[in-house]
């Protein structure tokens, strides 16, 4: 059974940091593309970053150059730094596999940021 479990979000201020992280069990994340998803209210989930194969990473046009995907596959967990918050980056916070899975998702973490 595939569990995904997210923690690292918050209330911060624009401009701030967090780091999001997703510990993943019953799923490599070495072997897998794995990708962060944002819901805001109202909106569609949607993706935010990816990384696969040999630590290729790709991300949305709306966080180039603010955040870093990672993974550290000896603790099977992928992160996900986010500077520069801004508040339109308030959303919950998912992770999953590229293209994602339905039975994957897991609660998610809130990511508030206040202007």
């Known amino acids: 059974q595939v569990q995904l479990v997210e923690s690292g979000g918050g209330l911060v201020q624009a401009g701030g940091s967090l780091r999001l992280s997703c510990a993943a069990s019953?799923?490599?994340?070495?072997?897998?593309?794995m990708g962060w998803y944002r819901q805001a209210p109202g909106k569609q989930r949607e993706l935010v970053a990816r990384?696969?194969?040999?630590?290729?990473?790709d991300y949305a046009d709306f966080v180039k150059g603010r955040w870093t995907i990672s993974r550290d596959n000896a603790k099977n967990t992928v992160y996900l730094q986010m500077n520069s918050l801004k508040p339109e980056d308030t959303a919950v916070y998912y992770c999953?596999?590229?293209?994602?899975?339905?039975?994957?998702w897991g609660r998610g973490t809130q990511v508030t940021v206040s202007s």
């Open positions: 990384i696969y194969g040999g630590d290729y990473t």
């Open positions: 999953n596999t590229v293209p994602y899975s339905s039975s994957y």
């Open positions: 019953g799923i490599s994340v070495r072997l897998n593309a």
